[in-house]
C-alpha cells in the first residue's frame, strides 16, 4: 500500500498535476480491487470453498490418527482412567444399605450456601430435601461456614436457613462464621444462638469449631483462639478430634492450600502443634473445588494419619455440582466413612468418598451429645 501510494505521488510530481494524476491512477485500482474481491467472495462453478478443504484435511488427519492404534489407545485409556476416579462410581444406596449393621453416628458436612440471591436458595433447598428424603435419621450436622451472603442480606437468608433446614430433622447444628458472615458477626451470633469458636461433645468426638473473624479472604483466627484451641488438643488426647475451619490449613495438602486467599493465616501455629499431638480430622469449605477435581481430601504424610476434607460447596457455580459429605462413626470402631454427595443425583461418589482410621474407636451411647463444652476465655 505504501508502494502504490509513492508511486502516484512520483508520477503526479513529473505531470506537475497531482489531481489528474491521483484520478488516472486510482480508476485502475479500484478495478482490480473490485476484482479481487469478486474473487474472493463469489465462488465461481466448481470451486471448493477454503473452509471446506480445511475441515477435509483435518478429518483426513484425524481419520490417520484413528488407524494408528498407539496414538488413540492411549488417549481413549487416559479418558477412562481420567472418569473412573472423578465422575464415575455413582452409589444411590441409602446408609442402612451400606451399613446394615446399623450403630452408627452420622454427620452431615457441608459449607458454604450463600446463595447471590433468590434463585439460588434452591440449591441449599434440594440439599435439605435430598438429605430429608434420602438419607434420613442424621445425627448431627456441621456447617463450615458461609451461610449467609454478607451483612444486606442476613436479615433475609439466616431466616430462611433456618427455616429450610428443620425439615432435615437433624437435632444438632454446628455453625462456623466463614469470611461472608464474617462481614456480620452480630446477626452469625444472633440467629444461629453459638458463639464464634467453641467445642462440642459427641460420645467421645471433640468438634473444635473455629470461626473467620474478619470479612477478608483468607481466614482470620486471633491468637486468643488458637491458644484455646491448642489448650484443648493437647488435654483431650484420649478423645476423637475434629477441628473445623472455614479456609483450610496451608500445610492440608488440599488443592485448595495452594491459594493463600483460601488458607487460614498463621497457618504454621497449628502446623507446629499437629506435628506434636496430632488430631483425627480437620473440616474446611471456602473452596468451592466440584469433586471432579483432585484435591478434595488429603492425608499429608508429614502429619500423623490426619485427614483433611474439603466439604464446599452447597452453592452451584458453572460447571459444578450441590455436593458435600456425610461421616458415618460405627460404634465401638475407629473406622469411619467419608462419603460424597452429590445432592442432585441423590447419590454418593464413590471415586472421592474413602474410609479413615480414627486413633480410638469411636463410643456414643447414642442418646447424649451435642453439648457446648467449652469456649474461649
Ligand atoms: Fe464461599
Redesign the pocket.
Known sequence: MRAAHSHISGEGAVFGNPGAANTRRVEPVRDADAGLKRNICTPRKNDVPACWLMISCIMKYFLGMLRNIRIWLPSVVAVLAFLAQTGCGHDARALKDIFPRGDIFTVWAH??I?PRGNAEMIHYETAVRDVADYIPGINAALVA??IVMGSRSAPVQYPWFLSVRKTAAIPFWCEIA???DAEDIPSFLRYTGKPLHYAALFGNVLFICMSDEVYDHPTQISDAAFEWWKRLVIQNRDKIIVTMT?GCLAQSGLLASFDWGQRVEGSERFARVLGEYPIDMWIS????TPYYMNGKWSRPFWFKNILFIDV??I?KNKGTNIQSYILVFSKNSPDLAVLLRNHETHSFIASRSLRHTLRHPFEWDGRTGGAVVSVPQ
Not at 469449605?285 to 468451592?288: F, K, P
Open positions: 459449607s458454604d450463600h461456614g458461609d466463614g469470611n461472608h472455614h469449605g471456602h473452596a468451592h464446599s460447596a452453592r
